[in-house]
């Protein structure tokens, strides 16, 4: 069966590699995209191919007035959860790869996902190596009782932690807190410089020119160390893959799949 896609954020960084994989696939098919500032486009001319009189359309609205199965948004925090919900409630299916969700926001879209009886996968980066990288460190989190977490990203980037870090430390607090040589209230001098305490391991996202997407996950025990790092490069085709897995995978589903290392090991 072709699976009919719909990309939110079409014309971007990470919606517009997607819809070019889309194209060059067999097994899907580009039914609509939605970008509001090139809205009335022709979408094959963007993406730089021949006209397919497919008109980039300005919101979801416009969009469900055509035929698809899965609304693939790559957008903004701020916009991403009523979409989804709206789409669900039409009875699609719906891939989240925009990260800056808050664990609410996540509540919320699994029950509406269960209620409407379609599935909904959520990553905060679909890369597949990004997923090994965490699911190595969950492995280790099990054995190693002390860790921290530093993210990078770009001076622009709004959200800290990014995505694929607030993914990861949520999974190890539901491990165990990482274990602390002086408690956060016995620190002497400014506190805050230990990082923010999430689910109970510390986090440092650094924000500068230079660096793209990156985290290391770093152990310490005794005379000995572990780190676990993923480095991004520069363009979004690491991120496809996991994207059209995930859109193969969530049209099986009826409620929430979160991380694309659980969708990857789920049946492991």
Not at 62 to 87: G, I, N, Q, Y
Not at 158 to 167: I, K, R, S, V
Not at 190 to 217: C, D, M
């Amino acid at each position: 069966m072709t699976i009919r896609i719909c990309i939110a954020g079409v014309t971007g960084w990470t919606g517009s590699a997607v819809a070019r994989a889309v194209l060059d696939s067999k097994d899907f098919q580009l039914a609509a995209g939605i970008a509001r500032k090139r809205a009335g486009e022709d979408l094959g001319a963007f993406l730089g191919g021949a006209p397919l009189g497919l008109k980039v359309v300005k919101d979801l609205e416009e969009a469900l007035a055509t035929p698809f199965d899965v609304l693939v948004d790559f957008t903004a925090p701020d916009s991403v959860k009523a979409r989804a919900l709206k789409a669900m409630a039409s009875g699609r299916h719906v891939v989240i790869g925009t990260s800056g969700l808050t664990a609410t926001d996540f509540a919320d879209l699994e029950a509406a996902a269960l209620d409407r009886g379609v599935g909904l996968i959520a990553a905060g980066n679909f890369s597949i190596t990004a997923a090994l990288a965490k699911h190595f460190a969950l492995v280790a989190a099990r054995f190693l009782p002390a860790c921290e977490i530093i993210d990078y990203a770009h001076a622009e980037k709004p959200d800290a932690p990014n995505g694929t870090t607030l993914e990861l430390v949520e999974a190890m607090g539901a491990i165990r807190p990482s274990a602390l040589g002086v408690a956060l209230d016995k620190i002497h001098g400014f506190p805050a410089a230990r990082g923010a305490a999430l689910a109970g391991t510390q986090v440092h996202s650094v924000r500068l020119p230079g660096y793209i997407i990156a985290f290391e996950t770093i152990f310490g025990l005794p005379h000995e160390r572990l780190t676990i790092r993923h480095d991004a490069g520069t363009g979004a085709d690491p991120y496809v893959a996991g994207v059209l897995l995930a859109v193969q995978k969530v049209v099986e589903l009826k409620g929430m799949v979160r991380g694309l290392d659980t969708l990857m090991l789920r049946d492991a």
